[in-house]
Each structure stands twice: as C-alpha cells, then as structure tokens.
C-alpha cells in the first residue's frame, strides 16, 4: 500500500505568519505531500507587524529550530510611557517580560 501523504496535495491561502508555519509542518510530518502556498501581494512585502510569541507559541518556535533566530530578531520594546511637555510621566504601560501574563503592551521579551 502506497504512503498516502505521497498524493496528498495542500493548499495553503497566504502567506502571512500563518501559512508558511503550516508549510513547515506539512513539510515535517508528511514530506512526501505536495504544499502549495498562494498569496495574493504581487511581489514580497518588506514591511508587516509584529508577530507576538510566548506561551503555547514558544516550545512550537522552538520545535521549528527558530526560538534563537526570534530573540535575535526581538523589537526590543519595553513598553510605552506618555510624557507630558513637563517632563513629567503620565502613565506607563510596561510590558511584563512574562511569556504567561499580558500587558496592554503585546510586545514582550522572548526568554
């Protein structure tokens, strides 16, 4: 009996975050199937979003081979303070550094 993934064919709808990490996986567990990623930006986009990682993400980034690639990839921020023309701080939305409690602030820093 053929390996069934051998004819499997996926197709993956964009390639945000999303669709490559389900190429991955695809590729990893049934490399014999056929992945397929369409996209409808005509050309590379050089800019996006931030892509916020902790939690469940994290032992999944680092399954992938990737975790060291994303903390030296890290935005570095550490929150965001509005600061009147005084000088003075307002408020402070820290970001917690904790992979398991969110801030107002999405962006943390990858253990």
């Known amino acids: 009996m053929a390996d069934e993934s051998e004819n499997l ?3 993956i709808v964009g390639s945000g975050i999303a669709g490559p990490a389900m190429a991955y ?3 990893t567990l049934l490399p014999k199937s056929h ?3 369409l996209e409808r930006a005509p050309e590379l986009r050089l800019g996006g979003q931030a892509v916020d990682i902790r939690s469940a993400a994290l032992p999944i980034v680092e399954k992938m ?4 690639k994303v903390k ?3 935005t570095t921020e550490v929150g965001m303070e509005f600061v009147y023309a005084d000088g003075k ?3 402070a939305f820290p970001a ?3 992979d398991e409690q969110q801030s107002s602030m ?3 820093r990858v253990r």
């Open 9 to 11: 064919k996926v197709l």
């Open 25 to 27: 996986w695809m590729h």
């Open 35 to 37: 992945v397929t990623i």
């Open 65 to 68: 081979g990737l975790l060291q």
């Open 72 to 74: 030296d990839k890290t």
């Open 89 to 91: 701080s307002k408020a």
């Open 96 to 98: 917690t550094g904790n």
């Open 106 to 108: 999405s962006h943390q």
